[in-house]
């Protein structure tokens, strides 16, 4: 495989992707220099911080997200009233980003199919392509994180991971321009985070036209309590649907596993 070049911060800029870009080579993790940022009431936003590399990179419900060499990890420091809207609607925000991360990958991966797990991943068969992670300030900013398994290869991962890891590069068999990959996912991002905030029944119908786990049996934790259930889909609302003992329920928060597996 040919020498990947690294991110090209002048042509992100000039692609306007943000109002401020922050790039390191090496960050312990670009959600926490964003929060940082935050903290700077002058900070300029949208505020993009990128990574080649992540020592201590955060996942949802404190897992650590591996940055093998070559992926793509960022962290984007917005106000939702830019975007048309303030009001707050998580999960729908990590699900946005989700269908985001589809339209930019999805045209690289042709022969794939490339969708979501509720309520922050994108898969491709049962490997995980990308990782969403929305943190919200108390004033209503929002940090969203997004792990993109790119010009990484899962032959790199720790072990333990390998099997659960779907990379760009491994499934596409060639490396991709990561500063283009970028620019076209960050384009997606404002896309859909606008339609978020304007209701637009696109987005919202797209949670569920592009879940992947429909009709499989998965079990949500929610705290101490488990509730086993068959998938039906992910509303507009952003709920996970499953249909369980009790009927068809509904849920906004959680972490889920396949039912089979134990709880770790
Ligand atoms: C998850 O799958 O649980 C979410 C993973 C989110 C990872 C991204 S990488 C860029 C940003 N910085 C972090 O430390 N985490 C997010």
Known sequence: ?????????????????????????????TQTRARECAGDADCPLPLLVLADRQTAGRGRQGNTWWTGAGSLAFSLLFDPAMLGGARRLEPR?????????VDAVSPRLPEHRVGLH?????YVGSGKLAGVLVEVLADGRHILGIG???????????PEMRSQVA???????????QTQ??????????????????????LLGSFDALCLQHDEALTLYLGERA?????????????????????????????????LLPRQ
């Open 118 to 122: 509720w309520p922050n991943d994108v």
């Open 148 to 158: 993109v398994n790119s010009n990484n290869s899962a032959a790199d991962a720790p």
């Open 181 to 202: 990959l970028s620019i076209d996912l960050l384009d997606c991002v404002t896309t859909r985070l606008r339609e978020l905030w304007a209701n637009d029944p696109r």
């Open 227 to 259: 509730v086993a259930g068959r998938c039906v889909g992910i509303g507009p609302d952003g709920a996970l649907i499953l249909d369980t003992q009790e009927g068809v329920q509904r849920f906004h928060a959680g972490t889920l596993r396949p039912a």
């Open 1 to 29: 495989m040919p020498a990947i070049p690294p991110i090209d911060t002048n042509r992100l800029a000039a692609a306007n992707v943000a109002a401020r870009i922050e790039h390191f080579e090496e960050i312990s993790s």
């Open 93 to 101: 925000v990590a699900l946005a980003a989700g269908v985001a991360i």
């Open 167 to 177: 990379t760009l590069r491994d499934l596409s068999g060639q490396a991709h321009d």
